[in-house]
């Protein structure tokens, strides 16, 4: 099955060779000046060499200090496509450094890259969302997304962007919704996750799956997904992508801190697949399943159908992960709790 690429190449007649990037730093007050120039091709290649010079985050935090984001942010409005692509790589670039995400934090870069969520270019947009994805990792950068009232329109674009965006997306929310999940929720987010859970792609499941895990960390989204999606959560552990078990696993053991999530994983028999998560020592989702059958085990149907299990917790207790023997020791004390 095709599926549609992404194209950062440019148009021929921009040479990155006639770029003035010789003398590096001592380059960049010059090029700030071409920024601001009436020409299009001046523009575009003091574009091309200051994109070579961020990869240096000494260069970043004097292109920082010089002011290049004000003219950058001007820029991403630009009717070229060429100098918008340009632009957004030169943000995306300067995101990986710390340094790089303070600073776009600081200059009010979030609602500046928000203009650009319908853009026709897809690499304008993909540089957008990653350097969305990268600021979201601190957690100023989530809660400037936060902010700028854009999750309604992340969760939206989840039915309508192509792939490789969307797992930007999910990576983005993921964290941003750890912080706040109620305008996620008032957009149907759970919804469109659970259609995600089902997509062809791994990674898009998995991610999927991590959002869900966010948006289980507080107590309305816990709700939401033991009446919605538990089921499917219960499927995925059987997934034969490891990423996707830890990711559901991980949602599941916060779905079932409320007592209707347990229920409702019971009913979807999780604890076959969750004990044999627990049996298999390289398993990524391992404490997270001994976490959920834990919860599972306060419910007196499923200590009993756990009391035939207490060997495989027991094994547990060898495990070279401290957090996994004890998380073994709690679960075989509640298991074998009588009233």
């Known amino acids: 099955m095709a599926h549609p690429r992404i194209s950062a190449n440019l148009p021929p007649d921009i040479d990155p060779t006639k770029a003035p990037i010789a003398f590096g730093k001592r380059a960049l007050p010059k ?5 601001q120039s009436p020409e299009l091709l001046t523009q575009q290649r003091a574009l ?15 292109a920082i200090e010089i002011g290049f984001l004000d003219n950058l942010k001007t820029l991403l409005l630009h009717h070229d496509s060429t100098v918008r692509q ?5 943000l995306s670039v300067m995101a990986r450094h710390n340094v790089g995400r303070q600073g776009l934090i600081q200059n009010g870069i979030i609602s500046a890259l928000a203009k650009l969520l319908d853009d026709p270019v897809d690499i304008c947009r993909k540089n957008m969302h990653q350097v969305f994805e990268m600021m979201a990792k601190l957690p100023e950068g989530a809660v400037g997304i936060l902010h700028a009232g854009l999750i309604p329109f992340l969760v939206l674009k989840l039915k ?3 792939d490789g965006i969307q797992e930007l997306i ?5 964290n941003c919704l750890r912080v706040e999940a109620s305008e996620a929720l008032a957009a149907d987010a759970i919804s469109i996750l659970k259609e995600k859970l089902t997509h062809s792609s791994a990674a898009m499941r998995s991610k999927a799956a991590w959002v869900l895990l966010a948006i289980g960390t507080h107590p309305e989204g816990r709700s939401n997904i033991c009446e919605e999606v538990t089921p499917l959560l219960v499927s995925l552990l059987k997934d034969t992508d490891p990423e996707v078990q830890a990711s559901a696993t991980g949602a ?21 697949p969750l004990l044999k998560l627990v049996a298999e020592e390289t398993s990524k989702a391992r404490l997270s399943a001994i976490k959920t059958l834990t919860m599972l085990a306060e419910v007196p149907r499923g200590r009993k159908t756990l009391l035939d299990h207490i060997e495989t917790f027991q094994q547990c207790l060898n495990d070279p992960c401290e957090a996994v023997k004890r998380a073994a020791e709690t679960v075989i004390s509640v298991i074998k709790w009588k009233p």
């Open 48 to 62: 091309m060499a200051l994109c070579d010079l961020v990869h240096d985050p000494e260069n970043v935090y004097q």
């Open 160 to 162: 309508t962007e192509l």
């Open 31 to 35: 090029l700030n000046e071409e920024l």
């Open 252 to 272: 599941l053991m916060f779905a079932t801190i409320k007592p209707q999530g347990r229920f409702s994983a019971l009913h979807a028999e999780a604890i076959p």
């Open 86 to 90: 340009k632009t957004t790589e030169i």
């Open 170 to 174: 999910l990576d983005t929310l993921s």
